[in-house]
């Protein structure tokens, strides 16, 4: 698991970037396996930014820990699907349930029960949230996956062969939150975190919310909130957050949106029974 804590360094940090870093990865697909999208390798293949002390406690010190002032938000990728399994994009018409593996991974979920349940229109979460014992869940259209358009269906490998090396440029231009790119049919970049932002924005002043959301949502809020561009967040990853202070709209600056608040990173923790779980 990774933590940070206000005012201190990451420990511990599982960032594996580059192709390297992901066991799991075949000839055929040359995909890193936990990537936000399945991003191709080489020169397209950006590297992690890691968050340093300032990131992730802005002015490099403690923030005032008065839970009655904070948001704990806890985003949750969903656990396993057989579309997972077969690394390849999700079609729009298809709503995959979870696999044996995904429902025993999701019952093996460890999260606060306090917590206020979130959860994206698709089924894989709604069922990762209730095996991970929450009886009422809330679902929330913004929480929904990039819509991927023409890569739908398919693996990185089809995409090549059908399209060369231009779905690279449509990966990027999804990845990046000011960018007008995106697949075609599907989400730029700059509207993909567009609806991210917005349901940042509207959540509590305080308290603690659980969202089970998907990859490309999950990776999203973590470039709008604490610049984290890429991280390992196998199926099953819980990550949490924290926001002291600063519930209002976003503002804008410089051509884009703000959050308000400050945001930090506390852990980020791998799937149960991971080999990052155990260690190996």
Partial sequence: MWETRPGGCPGGVPLRPDASACPSQTEDDRVPASFPFPLPTGPALRRASIPSCRDAAPGNREPTMKPASQLTLHLVRH???????????????????????????????????????????SLRSRETAQLAGF??????????????????????????????????FWIDGLADPSSDLGPPKGETGREFHKRVMGWLAGLPPTGEVAAFTHAGTLHAALRLTVGLQAVVAPPGTVVTLHREGGHREAKRREGGLRLPGNWWLSALVPPPGSAVERGS
Avoid: C
């Fill in 79 to 121: 656990a396993p699907t057989a579309p997972n399994a077969e690394r390849r994009y999700p079609r729009a018409d298809e709503d995959a349930p979870l696999s044996e593996e995904g429902r025993a991974v999701a019952a093996a979920l460890r999260l606060p029960p306090g917590a206020v349940a979130l959860t994206s229109p």
């Fill in 135 to 168: 009886g009422e869940v809330k679902p929330e259209p913004a929480l929904a996956e990039a819509y991927f358009g023409v890569m739908a269906g398919r693996t990185w490998a089809e995409l090549e062969r059908d399209f060369g090396s231009t779905p690279r």
